[in-house]
Nanobody, 119 residues
Framework: QVQLAESGGGLVQAGGSLRLSCAAS????????MGWYRQAPGKQRELVAI??????TYADTVKGRFTHSMDNAKNTLFPQMNILKPDDTVVYYC??????????????WGQGTQVTFSS
């Protein structure tokens, strides 16, 4: 069982930056696909970025503004969000997944962290 603990959400100004974190327990981040999703009210959850096998893929909406980094010693994923726009102020969810030796896929979610523009 993998547990994901998110932190770092909060108030931010338009054009500002915010660094989130997702601490994993139960399995190393390097042995899983680690991703971030986000969800606006009334909309489906969408992929922001995913790191798998050392390679990171970003959604077109965040390319050039968001980056992923992983600290294997801390077993933590650090999404860095820059040049924040109004559409970025939603709830962000950490996600991890792996396929076991029996070909079963396991997937886990964090509790979510809210990013909001301050006036």
């Amino acid at each position: 069982q993998v547990q994901l603990a998110e932190s770092g959400g909060g108030l931010v100004q338009a054009g500002g930056s915010l660094r989130l974190s997702c601490a994993a327990s139960g399995r190393t981040v390097s042995s899983q696909a680690m991703g971030w999703y986000r969800q606006a009210p009334g909309k489906q959850r969408e992929l922001v970025a995913i790191t798998d096998g050392g390679s990171t893929t970003y959604a077109d909406t965040v390319k050039g503004r968001f980056t992923h980094s992983m600290d294997n010693a801390k077993n933590t994923l650090f999404p860095q969000m820059n040049i924040l726009k109004p559409d970025d102020t939603v709830v962000y969810y950490c996600n991890s997944s792996y396929i076991n030796s029996d070909a079963t896929k396991y997937e886990f979610w964090g509790q979510g962290t809210q990013v909001t523009f301050s006036s």
